[in-house]
């Protein structure tokens, strides 16, 4: 079982910036794919950034130049930095653990990112 549990979020202006963080535990963190989603109100969730174990990096065309995923194995923590934010990218960020062939995604509880225009 792997936890997960997400901090960062909160209230920016347009153009501002926000790094969300993902603290992990409960299983080993460096064999995991993990992830940031998004869903905003009446919206599907959505993909923003991925990492793979050996940091192979994949981005939402929405995100590619702006927001940056990264991990820190030793602490098992995945981050999300995002830099010019607008009021598009207002939403729920979730962040996910998935380890490749296992057939299981395990989610954190959300952070709220809201932004003012």
């Known amino acids: 079982q792997m936890q997960l549990v997400e901090s960062g979020g909160g209230l920016v202006q347009s153009g501002g910036s926000l790094r969300l963080s993902c603290q992990a535990s409960?299983?080993?963190?460096?064999?995991?794919?993990m992830g940031w989603y998004r869903q905003a109100p009446g919206k599907q969730r959505e993909l923003v950034a991925s990492?793979?174990?050996?940091?192979?990096?994949n981005y939402a065309d929405s995100a590619k130049g702006r927001f940056t995923i990264s991990r820190d194995n030793a602490k098992n923590t995945v981050y999300l930095q995002m830099n010019s934010l607008n009021a598009e990218d207002t939403a729920v960020y979730y962040c996910?653990?998935?380890?490749?062939?296992?057939?299981?995604?395990?989610w954190g509880q959300g952070t709220q990112v809201t932004v003012s225009s």
């Open positions: 996910s653990a998935d380890w490749p062939g296992r057939g299981r995604t395990y």
């Open positions: 990492i793979t174990s050996v940091s192979s990096t």
């Open positions: 409960g299983s080993p963190f460096r064999f995991y794919t």
